[in-house]
């Protein structure tokens, strides 16, 4: 699991490389001992052996949005409202509260649906996030801000978070509201949680293993 101030003490929570290599004869169009005969195989026919290039690491976008725009989420909590907008490929999510916000129910919101396998609740998943308390606005844990995805088991987090994700799709960005009760009842200092903070979670589910 990556580390970070709020993943490695509380468990809630890494460049790409690219190899191209071009192979190539040389021969005089008078030699005709270079060529292949029609009974010789070819480089397609015995097989190359170039690798293939190793996919790219992925990333989190740090960059913030442009502008808020339309909301993909409005929600009106018991106090206070949270408005939520999920990552694109370039920018971080957008979240936006009015606050103090607090829930007394955890409410998950689909943002935009993956296409991928749906995660089971004990998968081991790599997401990018980012945490926002309810009660004054402030990030307090972003992988956005990072730019490296974090990677961890669903039932080695907060019951929230696990609640967010499970029976997602891979590739789903997806937002809660968490009440105290479904994240730090007793709040987390290191992160300036305090007992009974409410939590939002803009999340993108980047893949899931079993």
Not at 89 to 103: C, E, L, M, R
Not at 120 to 125: M, Q
Request: aromatic letters at 4%; charged letters at 10%; proline letters at 9%.
């Amino acid at each position: 699991m990556n580390s970070s101030r709020v993943s490695a003490s509380v468990a809630l929570l890494a460049g790409a490389a690219s190899l191209v290599m071009t192979l190539s004869a040389c021969g005089s169009d008078s030699d005709t001992s270079s060529k292949p005969s029609a009974s010789s195989p070819s480089i397609a026919q015995v097989g190359s052996s170039i690798p293939e290039a190793p996919p790219a690491t992925p990333s989190c976008p740090t960059a913030a949005p442009a502008s808020a725009g339309t909301p993909e989420w409005t929600l009106a909590g018991t106090t206070g409202n949270v408005e939520v907008s999920g990552s694109t490929d370039t920018t971080a999510p957008y979240v936006k509260v009015g606050g103090p916000f607090s829930v007394t129910e955890t409410q998950v919101h689909t943002l935009k649906a993956g296409d991928g396998p749906v995660v089971s609740p004990t998968a081991t998943v790599l997401v990018c996030y980012m945490g926002v308390n309810g009660r004054d606005g402030s990030v307090f844990d972003s992988s956005y801000e990072r730019g490296t995805p974090a990677d961890f088991p669903l039932n080695g987090v907060v019951p929230g978070f696990q609640k967010a994700i499970a029976g997602q799709k891979v590739g789903s960005t997806v937002a809660v509201a968490m009440n105290s009760a479904d994240g730090y009842p007793n709040g987390q200092p290191a992160a300036g949680i305090q007992a009974g903070d409410s939590l939002v979670f803009a999340i993108k589910i980047l893949d899931a293993t079993a």
